[in-house]
């Protein structure tokens, strides 16, 4: 019996002093990196949160559909706009329409007056508009009485391709309410050709 438990010890070998330290700096470095993918994971979600929290409240950024932008902005561009608490004549805004997000120029705010005329220019307060913007004047889709007075807390918007234009000039959109406003573009991103801000 005691010849069998001696047999027994010498079957176990007893690790080197190298061996534990290379297995000891095998764990060492296997815990290190675990805590460095978990931290790396966990800082990769909260800027994931952060970027959609800020795109979604501060910055969103929208895709342009249609044309009745263009010259200005043209079909698939994509564009990023800016929350804001007032508006002035001549910003491009995003507003949201029957489910859909639209994008027109505002041409006049609450209070003023808004004419125009068979050839398609547009006055407010009595003065003829300057709009560098427009490459056509056109009358368009207008089925409203002129001259028309924005009501309280609204813009009057329409779109830069007059002619195709479906805007305020028509009773099926009207005037957009301060509460309608994504907000202001500001910037195209895409395509990179076209990088730049939006005026």
């Not at 002093?17 to 460095?36: G, V």
């Not at 329409?97 to 006055?123: F, P, Q």
């Not at 007075?149 to 007059?162: A, E, L, W, Y």
Request: with cysteine; charged share 25%; glycine share 6%.
């Amino acid at each position: 019996m005691a010849r069998k438990n001696a047999g027994n010890r010498r079957e176990i070998e007893i690790p080197s002093l190298e061996l534990l330290e290379a297995e000891l700096k095998k764990e060492q470095y296997k815990s290190r990196s675990n805590r460095i993918l978990r931290n790396t994971i966990f800082s990769l979600l909260v800027v994931a949160a952060l970027a959609a929290l800020t795109a979604v409240l501060l910055l969103p950024v929208l895709q342009i559909n249609g044309t009745s932008m263009t010259d200005t902005l043209q079909d698939g561009d994509i564009v990023a706009a800016v929350s804001n608490s007032k508006y002035k004549q001549g910003d491009v805004i995003a507003f949201y329409y029957n489910n859909n997000i639209l994008i027109k120029r505002v041409i006049a705010v609450s209070g003023e007056w808004v004419e125009i005329d068979e050839d398609g220019n547009v006055y407010v307060n009595d003065k003829l508009l300057d709009e560098p913007y427009i490459s056509e004047k056109s009358l368009g889709q207008c089925n409203i009485e002129l001259p028309y007075q924005v009501p309280d807390g609204k813009c009057f918007v329409m779109g830069d391709h007059r002619e195709t234009s479906i805007d305020s000039r028509n009773s099926s959109v009207g005037c957009v309410g301060e509460d309608a406003v994504v907000g202001k573009i500001i910037f195209r991103v895409w395509p990179i050709r076209s990088i730049g801000p939006v005026h």
